[in-house]
C-alpha cells in the first residue's frame, strides 16, 4: 500500500465524493442571521463520525464548534485542522446562474455558497481520513479538527474556546485551507496573516453646526480631522506615529527571497486597478513585498459637515475618521493604540474620541520552520509543481489564536482558484482543488509519519 493507492481511491471515487460534500453545501449555514447553524455542525459531525473520527459539538455564545480526533493516541507529531462551516450570505440571488444551495457542476467548478469559502476546502481534509483508512486502514498520526461556525462574523467565540481548550487542541502542526491559490493555478503555501487595529477617531468643534461666517472666529474640527490624519502618514508613505515601526520583526532573507520569487505582472495590475503606479514604501514599489510586510495605515472612512447635494455654508460641528492599521509580526494592536493615543496628546489632540472597534494580532510562521518544507513537499508531490511560498498575506483570519495559545506553527494550505467569487454571486470551486486537496491532505498526514523531518519538540 502506498500513497499512490490513496490518489487512485480518490480518482475512482469522485462521484461519492462530491455526494458527500454537496449535501454539506446544500444545508444552508449562514451565520449572520443564524439559519440552518446547528444542523449543519449536526450533518458536519456526523460525516465525520461515518469515518471514525472522534467527534464532539461544543456549544458556545453563538453557533457551536465541531470539534473531532482520530488516530493514535500516542500518535506524535499531531496535525490540528481548522476551518470554518458558515457562510455569507448568498443574496443578491437574482444574480446566481443556479441555486446557491443547490450545488451544481459546470466548467469544471462546482457552484454554491460555501464551495470554497470554506465548507469545500475544509471537507477535502475531512475526505483526506476516508481515503487513507480506506487504503492503510488507520492512521499514522493523530489529527484533530476544529470547524467553527462564526468566522465570517469575525470569530468571537473561537479565541476563548482556543484559550480554555489547550489539552484538547494540543498539536504540532496548524493547516488551513481557506483564500486561493496564484492567479495563474499554481499552488501556495501561506505562513502568515496580517492582525489588525481598527479605530474611529472623532473631533467635536462648537456645540451645534454653525454659520460658516463664524469660520472666521471659530475653529473647525473638519480642519483640526485633516492636520490629525496628515500628523499619521508621511508623502514618503511612512507612518509617522512615533514608535510605530520598532516591534516589526526583522525579515529572514529567506522571506525576502521568498516573497520576490512570487511571479507578478505589474502592467497588467495597473491596468486592472486603472492606475498608473503602485505606493512607494520602506520595500520601494515592489507589489509583493509590500503586501505582505509593509504595516498599514489605511483611511477606511471620513465623515464630515454636509453630505447632500448642492450647497450649504455650514461650519461643521463634528469630524470623524476611520482609520484600519494592518499589522505585521510583532505589532501588537493595543501597544500600537497606546501610540497612537500619546501621539494624538502630543500633538494637541487629547480631546479626540478614540473608539476602538475590534483588533487582533498578526502572525508568522518562520520560513525556515522545517514544517514549511514538509507542506511544500506535500502540496509539490499532488500539484506536479513546487508552491510558491507566502511569507505573509495582507488579510484576517485566525491563524493567531492558534499560534498564541497554542504555540503551534501556522500554515495555509489553499485549494481554491482566484477567481472562487467568494462572499459573491456564483461562488465556486474548481473540482481539481476539491480532490487535489484530499491528496494533499493525505500526503501530509503520510509524511508527517514517514518523514525524517521533526516538526516538534
Ligand atoms: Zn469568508
Redesign the pocket.
Known amino acids: 500500500m502506498s500513497l499512490t493507492d490513496v490518489y487512485r481511491y480518490v480518482d475512482n471515487n469522485q462521484d461519492k465524493l462530491l455526494e458527500d460534500l454537496f449535501r454539506f453545501l446544500r444545508q444552508p449555514s449562514i451565520s449572520t442571521r443564524n439559519e440552518g447553524m446547528d444542523e449543519c455542525a449536526q450533518l458536519l459531525a456526523e460525516e465525520m463520525k461515518k469515518l471514525g473520527i472522534e467527534t464532539k459539538i461544543f456549544p458556545t455564545g453563538r453557533h457551536p464548534i465541531v470539534f473531532g480526533e482520530v488516530g493514535p493516541t500516542n500518535g506524535d507529531p499531531t496535525l490540528l485542522i481548522y476551518g470554518?462551516y458558515d457562510?455569507?450570505p448568498p443574496e443578491p440571488l437574482e444574480l446566481w446562474d443556479s441555486d446557491p444551495f443547490e450545488p451544481t457542476i459546470k466548467n469544471g467548478r462546482i457552484y454554491a455558497r460555501g464551495s470554497s469559502?470554506?465548507k469545500g476546502q475544509l471537507f477535502a481534509h475531512v475526505k483526506a481520513i476516508e481515503a487513507y483508512k480506506t487504503v492503510f486502514d488507520k492512521l499514522p498520526v493523530k489529527v484533530k479538527f476544529i470547524f467553527e461556525g462564526e468566522?465570517?462574523i469575525s470569530s468571537p467565540s473561537l479565541e476563548p474556546f482556543v484559550a480554555e481548550h489547550k489539552d484538547l487542541l494540543k498539536s504540532d502542526l496548524f493547516v488551513v485551507s481557506?483564500s486561493h491559490i496564484h492567479e495563474s493555478g499554481h499552488p501556495l503555501v501561506v505562513l502568515g496573516l496580517k492582525g489588525m487595529l481598527y479605530v474611529e477617531i472623532t473631533l467635536r468643534g462648537a456645540n451645534k453646526d454653525l454659520h460658516s461666517m463664524r469660520a472666521a472666529a471659530v475653529p473647525s474640527p473638519v480642519w483640526r480631522m485633516i492636520h490629525l490624519l496628515a500628523s499619521l502618514k508621511g508623502e514618503d508613505g511612512m507612518v509617522q506615529i512615533p514608535g510605530f515601526y520598532d516591534n516589526v520583526r526583522p525579515l529572514l532573507p529567506e522571506e525576502i527571497t521568498a516573497a520576490e520569487a512570487i511571479p507578478f505582472d505589474k502592467k497588467e495590475l495597473l491596468s486592472d486597478l486603472g492606475i498608473t503606479s503602485l505606493l512607494q514604501n520602506r520595500h520601494a514599489n515592489d507589489y509583493y513585498k509590500n503586501m505582505i510586510f509593509e504595516p498599514t495605515c489605511n483611511i477606511s472612512g471620513l465623515t464630515a459637515g454636509y453630505q447632500e447635494e448642492g450647497s450649504k455654508t455650514i461650519l461643521p460641528c463634528q469630524a470623524s475618521a476611520k482609520l484600519d492599521l494592518r499589522l505585521v509580526p510583532d505589532q501588537d494592536p493595543d501597544t500600537i493604540l497606546g501610540l497612537l493615543k500619546n501621539h494624538l496628546n502630543r500633538n494637541g489632540y487629547g480631546d479626540a474620541k478614540i473608539t476602538v472597534h475590534g483588533g487582533f494580532e498578526p502572525s508568522r510562521t518562520p520560513i525556515t520552520h522545517p514544517s514549511v518544507q514538509l507542506a511544500s513537499e506535500a502540496v509539490a508531490e499532488v500539484f506536479g509543481k513546487e508552491p510558491y511560498i507566502y511569507p505573509g498575506i495582507g488579510g484576517a483570519g485566525p491563524n493567531y489564536v492558534f499560534a498564541k495559545h497554542l504555540n503551534v506553527p501556522c500554515l495555509i494550505i489553499p485549494f481554491a482558484a482566484a477567481d472562487q467569487n467568494?462572499?459573491a454571486p456564483n461562488e465556486s470551486l474548481i473540482l481539481d482543488g476539491y480532490f487535489n486537496g484530499i491528496k494533499t491532505s493525505a500526503t501530509l498526514i503520510h509524511k508527517l509519519a514517514t518523514t525524517n523531518i521533526t516538526i516538534n519538540g
Open positions: 470554518h457562510v455569507q469559502d470554506n468566522e465570517e481557506d467568494n462572499h
